[in-house]
């Protein structure tokens, strides 16, 4: 069983910054990404960014464009990203999911059901 760790959700002002980090225990191959997906109260699971191994390649929704980073560490034996988010926003509030998997090519990437490990979330409140 595949085990996803997420860390660094927190309270932080509009305007603030925080840094989440996540990291797997699966073994990377082939079209192997992580992803970042979250999901605010009454509202569906949106997708923030994904770290494609092959290339390797990022993407971004485009509502965090410009002010999230999505980054790997190379330092770690096991598969590990970070999520550096900047200029947050009180609409920024939502539970974090962290998520790796083989998403069947770089149009599926966005895509929730193309994750097959997904973490407990980490929850991130932007006050105004």
């Known amino acids: 069983q595949v085990q996803i760790d997420e860390s660094g959700g927190g309270l932080v002002q509009a305007g603030g910054s925080l840094r989440l980090s996540c990291s797997s225990s699966?073994?990377?191959?082939?079209?192997?990404?992580m992803g970042w997906f979250r999901q605010a109260p009454g509202e569906e699971r949106e997708f923030v960014a994904a770290f494609r191994w092959r290339g390797p390649m990022t993407f971004y929704g485009d509502s965090v464009k410009g002010r999230f980073t999505i980054s790997r560490d190379n330092s770690k034996p096991t598969p590990t990203v970070f999520l550096q988010m900047n200029s947050l926003k009180p609409d920024d509030t939502a539970v974090y999911f962290c998520?790796?998997?083989?998403?069947?090519?770089?149009?599926?990437?966005?895509?929730?059901?193309?994750?097959?490990?997904w973490g407990q979330g980490t929850q991130v409140t932007v006050s105004s």
């Open positions: 699966g073994r990377p191959f082939g079209e192997y990404a």
């Open positions: 998520a790796a998997g083989y998403p069947a090519g770089t149009t599926r990437v966005t895509a929730a059901s193309e994750y097959i490990n």
